[in-house]
Structure formats: structure tokens, C-alpha cells
């Protein structure tokens, strides 16, 4: 076992703790750092990718558990209860059973769509195991990612690491918005054809 090798420095222990830590902040950033301080040889690689997935996986499943404490919240609440209509809630928890696993693995990949969907997860009943299963897997795979990234050579070009790093990260966030901007400029186009065929009638 990694941590019990006396080659590794009480220092790196620290700071794997630290990096743990910091997934709570912003698990990207954290990730990205282990991977670096890997790299240049600072941080046991073993010890920084089980450190970053601990935390973020352990951030994953602290979601889960609040969306769950609103719910029963919710559930006490009369006026809560009021706002919130008991159909609204049966069509969200039939969605999240029916497609909740596909969209927590692409939440993986798109910034800002973890937090609403593991709070609704929690919230909304949905399996704890396939959360936790699904939820693991798709973390030790994306912090794999990143350090894998980060051991490929690159004595000769340093910022291939960087780039290949922002493409992973930022990579879905664009695509996404692109596909979105061409689905309105779709929509504004039919509504315009609309408009013109509605006129020349």
C-alpha cells in the first residue's frame, strides 16, 4: 500500500490531504494541481489521484446527502409542499430514474451542471448505490484522465500538457454552447419562415 511505503515524505502526506481538501473548493483546480505536482516529481502520483478522487467523490456523495435533508425538509413543510405540486415532483423522479445515470456521467464533463443535478438527485429519491456507483466511476476516470495528460513527455513541447489539459475541461462547456446557439438560430430561422409563409397567405 502507497500510504504505508516509508519512501514517501510525512510533506506529501500534508499535502495530499491538502489537495483533498481543495476538491471541495474546486475539484477541477485541485485535480489539475495533483497532476502537476505528480509530474514534476513533488507528489507521489498514486497518492495525489486517490487523494483528488477521495475528495471529489466524497464532494459527489455530500450533494447527494443535502439534496436528500432538503427533500425531507420539503416533505415537512406545508408551505413548501404547496409550491411545489405533487405531479411536477412524479414527472422529475420518473425522468431521473429513466435517464438519470446518462446524465450524471455527461454532468462529469459539463461545468455547472453538477450541483443542481446531485442536489435533485438527492432530493428527487434517486438510487444511492447507482448514484454512488455511477459517480465513482466517472470520477476515477476523469482524474485518470488528467493525470494520465500529465505523464505523457512533453520535454519538447510544454504546453502540450496545458492544452490537452484546457481541451478536456473546457472542451464540453464549448460544444455545448455551441450546440445550443445553433439549436436558436434554428428555432429564430423557422419562426422567420413561419412569419413569411403566414404573410404571403
Known sequence: MMFLDPTIPGGQLT????????TFVYEDGATVLAATLAASGRLHPGLGLVAAFTGIWMGDIGLFMLGSSCRRLVERSRR??????AGSISRAQV??????????????????????????????????????????????????L?????RIPSHQMKWMPWTLTGMLLLGPWVLRRVVSFKRAEGRSIERQNRAISACAA
Open 15 to 22: 499535502l495530499a490531504v491538502s489537495i483533498l481538501v481543495g
Open 80 to 85: 413548501l409542499r404547496r409550491l411545489l405540486s
Open 95 to 144: 425522468w431521473l430514474a429513466e435517464r438519470g445515470s446518462w446524465a450524471l456521467v455527461m454532468s462529469r464533463a459539463i461545468p455547472g451542471s453538477r450541483l443542481p443535478l446531485y442536489l435533485a438527485a438527492g432530493a428527487l429519491k434517486f438510487s444511492f448505490y447507482q448514484f454512488v456507483k455511477v459517480t465513482g466511476l466517472c470520477g476515477a476516470v476523469w482524474v485518470s
Open 146 to 150: 488528467i493525470f494520465v495528460i500529465w
